[in-house]
């Protein structure tokens, strides 16, 4: 596969922004379609989940961990129904994971925590910046996204905030295509990599955040 790698790079801010914390080091873009399987409709949790491992990977030498490839669908699956969190008829199956799985799935594979966070509702994100400035600027990598009312899986990669208000930058996993179809800058021109703003989400969805316990430079926040 030719994953494209950083594609949020040379992504221009909103307006002006006073304060940005991005994340560190390097990861591959996960979606739909990328490895020859069509895993549209239910795939979307594993696509991010593959970009949270993919920076693991590309971090591993910093940390000393073991720099495994990241997992298929087919062995995020298996370790699952491995360690009890599934039935064995979710291997082969086509239902989703969440931020709980991926948390589970990091650990298993590459024995990193993933930290949840739980937002009651959409309106209330802004109740989290601090914990995402906190870990972008420790050195921490991709997080997970997910909700009830809007359950699209996504990545975040970033946050700033300023006049134009606060905004996530979000990496969407739902572009189908084969790995590297599409170049980076029509991927940020088409929006699969972008700056939302708060206002944005859904107000009355839930969301749940995964944060990988890693960090690419200094020390993690106490």
């Not at 925590?113 to 972008?136: D, M």
């Not at 006049?163 to 800058?185: E, I, M, T, W």
Request: aromatic fraction near 10%; include cysteine.
């Amino acid at each position: 596969m030719s994953l494209l790698l950083d594609v949020h790079r040379g992504l221009p801010f909103p307006g002006s922004p006073r304060r940005v914390a991005l994340v560190s080091g390097s990861c591959l873009y996960f979606h739909y379609g990328c490895d020859g399987l069509d895993d549209r409709g239910w795939g979307c949790g594993y696509r991010t989940l593959q970009t949270l491992c993919s920076w693991l990977v590309a971090s591993a030498d910093q940390r000393h961990i073991d720099p495994r490839p990241v997992p298929s669908l087919t062995e995020i699956q298996a370790s699952l129904v491995e360690m009890g969190d599934k039935p064995p008829s979710f291997a082969g199956s086509k239902d989703w994971i969440g931020t709980v799985e991926a948390a589970l799935c990091l650990d298993y594979f590459y024995a990193i925590p993933g930290k949840l966070l739980h937002v009651p509702c959409g309106r209330e994100l802004e109740t989290q910046l601090e914990a995402l400035y906190s870990h972008f600027q420790s050195g921490g990598g991709p997080v997970m996204m997910g909700g009830d009312r809007d359950n699209s899986s996504k990545g975040l990669l970033g946050v700033c905030s300023g006049p134009q208000g606060h905004h996530l930058l979000v990496l969407d996993p739902h572009y189908y295509g084969r790995a590297g179809s599409l170049p980076k800058r029509e991927l940020q021109a088409s929006g699969w990599v972008s700056w939302r703003g708060l206002e944005s989400f859904e107000e009355s969805s839930f969301y749940n955040l995964c944060l990988p316990q890693f960090w690419t430079k200094g020390s993690p926040p106490s």
